[in-house]
């Protein structure tokens, strides 16, 4: 069974003759019912360089993502869109790197254009989509907008690691034909239900997407 995205991730032995590298590692349990079997996973490297590569680019593409995600609140843009742009990116990638994964995995048919549609989706869709909001966010303008939005629907989420109890207000607004979700502090959780707006101060950033500077709710 091949799993060339993740299994290079936990350890394998190089070296091997003609750089063909077979490595088994943990044994993993399938569970079904009450029974539990081991089944021994395998992977085959073709190309030791280029398996280092895809790893890199793999976890660039999820360190930038998670740099990105509280830049990310701040920053009016349709999810929708962000989605599509991963997802054309991750295979436009995949049409001009389907060969290179070939000869760097052992794969055929329906695995090779999965796994490499994997690949390159997390990998080089993450960082372009990443890189837009970083760069929309650093190189915005200096100019403030003032502007108080009503108030769709409200919601809360855990708080943060050891203080989960201490729930964190979210609020949907409009903000110009757009859904934006806010987070806000657990401090006015007690009277969500009183907010009826939110009053916000955002500057247009580099890519157009407009980016919150300050919000504040408002009864």
Not at 18 to 33: C, E, F, N, P, S
Not at 55 to 79: C, D, N, Q
């Amino acid at each position: 069974m091949s799993n060339p995205l993740w299994l290079p991730y936990l350890g394998g032995k190089f070296g091997q003759p003609q750089g063909i590298a077979h490595t088994r590692i943990l044994d993993v349990i399938k569970v079904y019912g009450r029974e539990s079997k081991k089944e021994k996973m395998e992977y085959v490297v073709l190309n030791k360089r280029r398996n280092i590569f895809y790893l890199v680019v793999f976890f660039t593409g999820l360190i930038l993502t998670i740099w990105e995600i509280s830049i990310f609140r701040k920053t009016v843009v349709p999810i929708n869109l962000l989605l599509l742009l991963v997802i054309g990116i991750g295979s436009l990638a995949t049409f001009f790197d389907c060969k290179n994964y070939k000869n760097t995995y052992d794969l055929e048919g329906w695995k090779l254009y999965f796994f490499a549609f994997m690949q390159n989706t997390l990998s080089w869709g993450l960082i372009v989509c990443s890189i837009l909001i970083l760069s929309n966010y650093y190189f915005s303008t200096s100019e403030i907008t003032e502007r108080s939005c009503k108030i769709i629907e409200r919601s809360s989420m855990p708080g943060s690691k050891g203080n989960r109890n201490k729930r964190k207000p979210l609020v949907l607004i409009d903000y110009e034909g757009e859904m934006k979700e806010l987070v806000f502090s657990h401090r006015h959780y007690e009277e969500l239900n009183d907010y009826k707006y939110v009053n916000i101060n955002t500057k247009k950033g580099f890519v157009l997407w407009d980016i919150i500077v300050h919000q504040e709710l408002k009864k």
